[in-house]
């Protein structure tokens, strides 16, 4: 064989060798992405394994997401209107979204958390805080609707909430936005000493879930963050970080940065549940809404309380004290075994673990560094255990696997890091798109979290999906955290911006999701329970029309006799008594949006005609074979007309009943 | 002996060194491009003779955390002396290759070097005092960060590659032809000076 023959075979099996490697990690790779999409694939028709719940930020909403699919199943109205359904329009719901400043249509929610039995999500309810106008929301995990929500007075910036202590005694509140309280006239550059924050303390009564305004504790103007309240050994106690301790009132972003370390606020709630038995407060009457939402009569009310208790902490020594911590600390996160507190130092790259049990020895041997308007700071190194040194660059939050990992996001770094929580060795990293925000394991901030996947909650979008114009909706990625290695699965949208969220099994609620209203309970007061009980009342200018549907009709459908000036209320009874068939109702020219009737409920559209001619009104929701037949007309008469008082429908016509 | 005449081939020569030398304002001399997770598409900034050019507003924004001085064309004066070196460097170029005077020659491949060291030593300098000079009350706060002249170096979550651009290139071939020159006019000497003796 000559030279020039022995070359030639050298280099051919060079390239059948190459592309043998080739072929391998592109096989290699395959795999991988097959191996992810088996594991969030839930085959049409079958569930996912969790329901996971999705604060919308700036939608006031919270969405309802399954995973590990990553499908949004439902978009829940909280503190904001809800065009889909009517939420918030409706006479019935109106009174959900009143406060002591009138009605909101809007607000910005943070941080939803499951209601808790021994430190562990019980599927009851979910909770979730308003920002803006401080208020707390209760969410039934049955209909998975607004039940109740309280405003928290003597508060702005309702940040550090709604998290529960261990079994759901209190809700936590906080103040972002120290303000002067009470409120008064002042001028913003007095604000150091002036400008004070609360803690506040929700009780949830343990059989209705019903809430109230338990207490305050008065505290220095700085801004309190975020919280968690202990589980096992620290279970009497909550914790709220705290930045701005320089008491900035202008440019926070450099004058609220320069301290070194600022204060995890450690609250005793049961020492302040003795001031308050001991009579150890100040009562204010600072005016602030309470509503609730009444099943049996479809129906929200609305009371305004003017009395609050108020704790001053040097009227009750004990109540709470200040831990240093680095540097304008975000998230504050308590171990699944309740031993560890952890500040998330958004401005340094080392963390902070606290140790509970060195906190009250600290306490006890009155090891303090001095104190902050009388509250007393406990000595750094007296209550630090250990130190997450170089963990990434700005540190958020952090959730556990029940492992004895950490997981901790890093806005700056985008990245998620696992580490221990017995020793702060970092053992993994994950890179995410784009700087992350909260993240989520399901129960990963209870005392059993589920530690099968995290998902993270990112602030960027970019270019992850098909781009939409400037506004992009936020990302999520789930992470597969059962293997040493963490796996990135999916990635997915969300709607709003989802700072906090929460996870449970879906076996524990699945199967107790209501499917409709029961018809023979409803106590609303216009309920129309069937077609033979119509009716068309004139009550001076109000005409109140209780009114039925049912596939694929509305009783009556035909109404003559309303005049320009009269308010018309539109009493709509879904009469269907089957899951999944809600009806809609909309009236043309009405400047409230529809509304969607589930089975067996009742609902109010109000609506004030301005001119004479006749108006269609039609069910929405595409309920039947005949939904397009589903249709009607009010007829509209001048003012001064004199119309017939008639109505026509379901075969039958009958005449007004007036008042 | 009269006054020493360059050759022919080495006055062409620095004629085509100073127009290459011009040439450089059309081009970057330095790119520096950053990389961080959330920008996986990169941030490039480059430095021209006479201006700045890139997402400067971007890095701006980002460098505001750590307190790093903002970049700006007015901040330095080498945005307007380096375009008055370089155009001396051309004019007086071209006046050496006219007159081939071997004085005047030296003399401007002097400047040439003067030239090339001032811009490489002040960039440098430039470097360490954007390094040096952070506003103390910054909300991160950083230790003495020079940015890299050559290569890469990762600041936070930025992987940072500083590299010469086309216009540096320029100047740098611009100098070899003075240097080419120079060896011509260099040998030319020597051939009289082995032809006279």
Known sequence: MNKGRVRLAVLLALVAALSFVAIGARKVATKLAKDAAQKVYVPPGEYDEFYAFLSGGFNGQLSVVGLPSGRTLKNIGVFSVNPRNGYGYSPETKPLLMTSHGFLPWDDTHHPELSMTNGVPDGRWIFINANNTPRVARIDLKYMETAEIIEIPN???????????????????????????????IPIDQYKGNFKGTLSFIKVDPDTGKMSLAFQILVPGFDYDLAHCGKGPSKDWCFFTSYNTEEAHTLLEINASQHDKDFIAAVNWKRAEECIKEGKYETWHTPYAHNWYDEKKHMAFSEIIKEEKVIKPEQCPGVIYYIPTPKSPHGVDVSPDGRFILGNGKLSATMAVHSFEKMLKAIKEKKFAGDAYGIPILDYDAVVDHHVKNVCLGPLHTESDGKGYAY??????????????????????IPVYYSVGHLMIPGGDSAKPWGKYVLALNKITKDRYLPTGPELNQSAQLIDITGDKMQLLLDFPTLGEPHYAQALPASMIKDKQAKIYNLKENEHPYATKSEKDVKVVRKGNEVHVYMTAIRSHFVPDNIEGVKVGDTVYFHVTNLEQDWDIPHGFAVYGADVPNLLIMPGQTLTLVWKPEKPGVYPFYCTD?????????????????????????????????????? | MTKAKMPLLGRVLVAISALIAISAFFFPLWHYYLEAPQYREGLNMWIWLHKLTGQVYIINDLNHYVGFMKITEEMYWEFKVLPVLTVILTLWGLWVAFTGS??????????????????????????????????PRAPIRIEGYVPPMFGEKQFMNFLIRSEPAAGFYVLVAGFLVAALALLVTWQAGKARRGATA
């Open chain 1, 408 to 429: 901790t996001s890093c806005f700056i770094s985008s990245e998620i890091v696992k580490w221990k929580w017995e020793t702060g060795e970092i053992v993994d990293r």
């Open chain 2, 102 to 135: 071997l004085r005047a020659f030296k003399w401007w491949f002097g400047y040439y070097i003067l030239y090339a060291l001032f811009g490489l030593v002040d960039f440098y300098y430039r470097l360490w005092q954007f390094g040096h000079t952070v506003d």
């Open chain 1, 155 to 185: 508060s702005a910036g309702n940040h550090p909430s709604s998290f529960v202590t261990e079994n759901t005694e209190y809700i936590t509140a906080g103040t972002r936005f120290s303000v002067p309280l009470p409120q008064r006239d």
């Open chain 1, 622 to 659: 595409f309920c039947s074979a005949l939904h397009q037949e589903m249709q009607g007309y009010v007829r509209v008469s001048p003012a001064d007309a004199n119309p017939p008082m008639i109505w026509r429908g379901g075969g039958k016509e009958g005449k007004w009943i007036v008042e």
